[in-house]
């Protein structure tokens, strides 16, 4: 095997990616899909690895803006389109890609690098940690109800063509961003993704529909959904598909639920991405006819471990020395003195005894908050070296939202 890894080149694009679908099981993806993923690549920032003159592993990378604790934008590589054909599985492309990949991200000064995985297996040897959840959730709406705060009445409800509402919806979406951890600021292109409806995805349902929630003539909130016709023995026995639900305030939320779950001829919402503490969990009268799934969603990989650390703010005041290893980036590895709160942090090399010593995967999963370092100490991944600062770093790391992602890439 003689392997050339080189920059993506335009004209390769099409095959490129059809390796990357081989390597996914074959089933190419419907022509609008194919077709945005394409605008928004950046071959500049795909690799493609060569064997013989054939590409034979593939990866590349978004310049994303991504929301962190405190509420700060920061410059985050999201991963994306890794592959490896079958015919060069482990013997170490992959590895090579992802460091070839990872001094890249650092030389573009990009604290952070996230990805979602295919299989959580495979990143953390590569630093990332699993740092947040996806709830999934199969809602019976026959028998359940949604408790509407006073006021929902007076929500005005507009079912819109979603392209008609697009512009709409974004707005919500903007003054959101920076609310939660782990939302990604809308680069140029990406509003579409939202909006992609292949039909031959749709198993069953019609197109997608869009309802804007208004309160006094502004735009306060929107859900994206569509239905799946069913009928059985004792009637209709319909589904809504829920894409993403989003509002400004919980009056405008729980309006949008309470239609959601009062579409006719349907008994049952099926919705895949939500954060682990949707208040619609608190909206509901029977949270265990939700049928909750969690699973982890984005990996979290600090690039600058300094850097990054002291981008965020702090729960609680903090004042720790953290051991950190980190073999795959060695530049991260060593003593960190992480001062900080609610206002603000610093993190500086020292050589001062340390506190807590733990990996670079365990930083990027206690990073947005998703996941307590106490935790990881409770699973032998975080060693507290003086007595206290466990308690004191994992409180401070905390978060008031769950982190959450709000749509793959
Ligand atoms: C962000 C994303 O795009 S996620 C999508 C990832 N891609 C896919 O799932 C598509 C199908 N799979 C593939 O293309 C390939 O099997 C890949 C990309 C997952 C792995 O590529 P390879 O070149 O075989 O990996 P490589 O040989 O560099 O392996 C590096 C290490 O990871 C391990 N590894 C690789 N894949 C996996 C896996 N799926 N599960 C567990 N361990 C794995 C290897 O055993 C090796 O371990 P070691 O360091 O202890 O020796």
Same mark, same amino acid.
Not at 105 to 113: N, S, V
Not at 130 to 135: H, I, K, L, P, R
Not at 224 to 241: H, L, Q
Not at 341 to 360: H, I, N, Q, Y
């Given at each position: 095997m003689t392997t050339e890894l080189r920059q993506l080149r335009p004209d390769d694009w099409a095959d490129w990616y059809g390796k990357l679908e081989r390597a996914f099981g074959g089933t190419p993806e419907a022509p609008e899909e194919r077709a945005l993923w394409r605008r928004l690549g950046e071959p500049e920032r795909c690799l493609d690895m060569r064997d013989g003159g054939e590409t034979v592993g593939t990866a590349g990378a978004y310049s994303f803006r991504l929301t962190v604790p405190g509420g700060a934008v920061l410059p985050a590589a999201g991963v994306t389109l890794v592959s490896v054909q079958p015919t060069h599985r482990r013997r170490g492309i992959l590895r090579t890609m992802m460091r070839h990949q990872l001094a890249d991200i650092r030389d573009r000064r990009e604290p952070l690098a996230v990805l979602t995985a295919?299989?959580?297996?495979?990143?953390g040897r590569f630093g990332y940690g699993a740092g947040s959840e996806a709830v999934s959730m199969t809602l019976d709406t026959l028998r359940q109800s949604v408790d509407v705060p006073e006021g929902a009445d007076d929500v005005r409800l507009r079912l819109v063509d979603p392209e008609t509402g697009l512009a709409d919806c974004e707005k919500v979406y903007e003054q959101l961003v920076?609310?939660?951890?782990?939302?990604l600021a809308r680069q140029?292109?990406?509003?579409r993704l939202p909006l992609l409806d292949p039909e031959a995805d749709r198993d069953g349902a019609g197109p997608l529909l869009c309802v804007l929630a208004e309160v006094a003539g502004e735009t306060r909130g929107y859900a994206r959904y569509a239905v799946k016709a069913g009928w059985d023995s004792g009637g209709p026995d319909g589904t809504v598909v829920l894409r993403d639900v989003e509002a400004l305030d919980p009056v405008v939320y729980a309006a949008l639920w309470r239609y959601l779950f009062g579409i006719?001829?349907?008994s049952r919402l099926t919705v895949?991405?939500?954060?682990? /503490? +949707?208040p619609l969990l608190h909206l509901v /009268? +029977?949270?265990?006819?939700?049928r909750v799934m969690v699973r982890e969603s984005l990996f979290v990989r600090l690039v600058e471990a300094g850097e990054a650390l002291a981008a965020r703010t702090y729960a609680a005041p903090l004042d720790v020395v953290l051991d950190v290893a980190d073999p795959f980036c060695p530049w991260n590895e060593g003593r960190w003195r992480l001062t900080g709160d609610e206002k603000g942090a610093s993190c500086e090399r020292t050589a001062d005894p340390a506190d807590l010593a733990l990996t670079v995967r365990e930083l990027g999963a206690a990073y947005l908050g998703g996941f307590t370092l106490d935790a990881l100490a409770a699973a032998g991944r975080v060693r507290e070296l003086r007595p206290g600062a466990l308690r004191e770093a994992s409180v401070a790391f905390g978060t008031h939202r769950k982190p959450w992602l709000p749509h793959g890439f």
């Amino acid at each position: 095997m003689t392997t050339e890894l080189r920059q993506l080149r335009p004209d390769d694009w099409a095959d490129w990616y059809g390796k990357l679908e081989r390597a996914f099981g074959g089933t190419p993806e419907a022509p609008e899909e194919r077709a945005l993923w394409r605008r928004l690549g950046e071959p500049e920032r795909c690799l493609d690895m060569r064997d013989g003159g054939e590409t034979v592993g593939t990866a590349g990378a978004y310049s994303f803006r991504l929301t962190v604790p405190g509420g700060a934008v920061l410059p985050a590589a999201g991963v994306t389109l890794v592959s490896v054909q079958p015919t060069h599985r482990r013997r170490g492309i992959l590895r090579t890609m992802m460091r070839h990949q990872l001094a890249d991200i650092r030389d573009r000064r990009e604290p952070l690098a996230v990805l979602t995985a295919s299989e959580p297996a495979i990143y953390g040897r590569f630093g990332y940690g699993a740092g947040s959840e996806a709830v999934s959730m199969t809602l019976d709406t026959l028998r359940q109800s949604v408790d509407v705060p006073e006021g929902a009445d007076d929500v005005r409800l507009r079912l819109v063509d979603p392209e008609t509402g697009l512009a709409d919806c974004e707005k919500v979406y903007e003054q959101l961003v920076t609310g939660r951890p782990g939302m990604l600021a809308r680069q140029p292109g990406w509003e579409r993704l939202p909006l992609l409806d292949p039909e031959a995805d749709r198993d069953g349902a019609g197109p997608l529909l869009c309802v804007l929630a208004e309160v006094a003539g502004e735009t306060r909130g929107y859900a994206r959904y569509a239905v799946k016709a069913g009928w059985d023995s004792g009637g209709p026995d319909g589904t809504v598909v829920l894409r993403d639900v989003e509002a400004l305030d919980p009056v405008v939320y729980a309006a949008l639920w309470r239609y959601l779950f009062g579409i006719d001829l349907t008994s049952r919402l099926t919705v895949r991405n939500r954060p682990a /503490d +949707d208040p619609l969990l608190h909206l509901v /009268d +029977d949270i265990r006819r939700c049928r909750v799934m969690v699973r982890e969603s984005l990996f979290v990989r600090l690039v600058e471990a300094g850097e990054a650390l002291a981008a965020r703010t702090y729960a609680a005041p903090l004042d720790v020395v953290l051991d950190v290893a980190d073999p795959f980036c060695p530049w991260n590895e060593g003593r960190w003195r992480l001062t900080g709160d609610e206002k603000g942090a610093s993190c500086e090399r020292t050589a001062d005894p340390a506190d807590l010593a733990l990996t670079v995967r365990e930083l990027g999963a206690a990073y947005l908050g998703g996941f307590t370092l106490d935790a990881l100490a409770a699973a032998g991944r975080v060693r507290e070296l003086r007595p206290g600062a466990l308690r004191e770093a994992s409180v401070a790391f905390g978060t008031h939202r769950k982190p959450w992602l709000p749509h793959g890439f």
